[in-house]
């Protein structure tokens, strides 16, 4: 009985351990001081997403969507803007979606003048953020709960087919309208890439898809992250399990809150949210610091970890291969993993890319180019790296302005009639 009760904590803990070897290794190379100056906590650390809304004053409404497999996705809406409540008759809406281990949070961690979500608000749109499968915010089931195996049977393909569909045309139920713009977010746009080149029906419901840092093949992805992504499935399924993967307990969400108010600790804050994608901490507040940890690290499924290391080795956007032709026939009508084609998408599409960009590969991007055949605007900023696309603090002039530019020009040229004019 004790050494089943060791292994049962060792199991629930594994977050923590290895978050805490993390820390360890950047603190050992950091630290050169014996002092700690302490920082003010930013109060929007220990906030939820329609609670974060508020206190920057912005109306809010919560919803939960349920999927058509049973999941219950968080929802958060940000009407208008502060100086749009007057304001009577439907605004164009758009919807964001947030990337990989992340939540709605990413959208408005920044000041309002630096959050995406609130400077769209604040230009007249209708904002909706969402929640993918299995964070923070999105772990509930119709039948399942967050204990069982089969919660966390699923991968980026789930949230694709069920998770965007059921959510858009919950928007568009509830805002009486036909269309909405699409803005996707690292795997938000691999999730952007799949359902609109897979589902046409649903890709006739938006009007413009605005990828930042796009995704769909990663066999040029470098960093920390493709030497985890390249071990073997069992020996990832042996470090984390088979159930949930990074999720943010409240034990290390406290402690990281903590370490991050230590000014000392600023470096390590950063490099650990950069670990993943490239640095380029220059271009980032880290006054918020201890709000992009606490919210950070949002979890998602071990699958979708294993989905993300089959796609770097395979070099294609692929369905996830459930590791035998008849698991494969039953989710996907062929023996093997379903190869999705990005040219099959016809939604004008608006992208933008980082040089830096450990996850979103120059390389990378450059096939994906040649694949969209209605691509509308490309942007690369060779000095960006990931998260400048959601956390830069020249991301309002350098990409912000030019989607809300893209879209005015696209509400006008429909109510006239005409094709509108590009950048």
């Known amino acids: 009985m004790p050494k089943i009760l060791s292994s049962l904590w060792i199991v629930s803990h594994r977050t923590e351990m290895w978050l805490l070897i993390l820390v360890a290794y950047l603190f050992q190379r950091n630290v050169n001081s014996g002092c700690m100056p302490t920082k003010s906590v930013d109060p929007e650390a220990f906030m939820n997403i329609s609670e974060i809304i508020r206190h920057q004053g912005y109306p809010y409404e919560e919803y939960e969507v349920v999927t058509e497999d049973g999941y219950i996705l968080s929802v958060n809406r940000i009407p208008q803007g502060p100086a749009q409540l007057k304001k ?52 509930k089931h119709k039948t399942l709960s967050v204990d069982q195996d089969e919660f966390w049977a699923f991968s980026y393909d789930e949230m694709a087919r069920f998770d965007l569909p059921a959510v858009i045309n919950f928007i568009l139920q509830k805002t009486g309208q ?93 490099n650990v949210m950069l670990l993943m994608g490239g640095f380029n901490t220059r271009n980032m507040n880290m006054s918020r610091a201890n709000v992009y940890v606490a919210h950070t690290l949002a979890g998602t499924s071990v699958q979708n970890i294993l989905h993300w290391s089959q796609a770097m080795n395979s070099g294609e956007l692929r369905a996830f291969d459930w590791g035998s032709e008849t698991k494969n026939l039953e989710k996907g009508n062929q023996p093997t993993p379903i190869r999705y084609k990005v040219r099959d998408m016809k939604v004008p599409t608006a992208m933008w890319s980082g040089g830096q960009d450990w996850l979103s590969n120059p390389e ?34 350098r990409v912000y302005n030019e989607i809300i530019h893209l879209m005015k020009q696209e509400d006008a040229s429909f109510s006239q009639g005409t094709c509108g004019v590009r950048l």
């Open 364 to 397: 990378d991007m450059k096939t994906l180019l040649s694949e969209v055949t209605n691509l509308i605007y490309h942007k690369h900023i060779p000095e960006w790296a990931h998260v400048d696309f959601i956390w830069g603090l020249d991301a309002p002039h």
């Open 88 to 139: 009577t008759g439907p605004s164009p809406v758009v919807f964001l979606q947030h990337g990989l281990l992340g939540d709605a949070s990413n959208w408005i961690s920044n000041l309002p003048n630096n959050s995406l979500g609130f400077i769209l608000a604040d230009a007249g749109f209708d904002v909706w953020l969402g929640n993918s499968r299995g964070n923070t915010w999105s772990r």
């Open 178 to 270: 036909e269309k909405i713009y699409y803005v996707g977010y690292s795997q938000g746009t691999t999730m952007g890439f799949i359902a609109f080149s897979t589902m046409p029906e649903l890709a006739q419901k938006i009007k413009m898809y605005f990828a930042l840092a796009p995704i769909a093949t990663v066999k040029h992805a470098k960093g920390p992250s493709t030497k985890f992504l390249s071990l073997p499935d069992m020996m990832i399924k042996g470090l984390f399990g088979k159930k949930e993967f990074l999720y943010q307990t409240r034990f290390f969400r406290q402690f990281a809150i903590y370490l991050c108010g230590q000014m000392i600790m600023d470096q390590i804050c950063s």
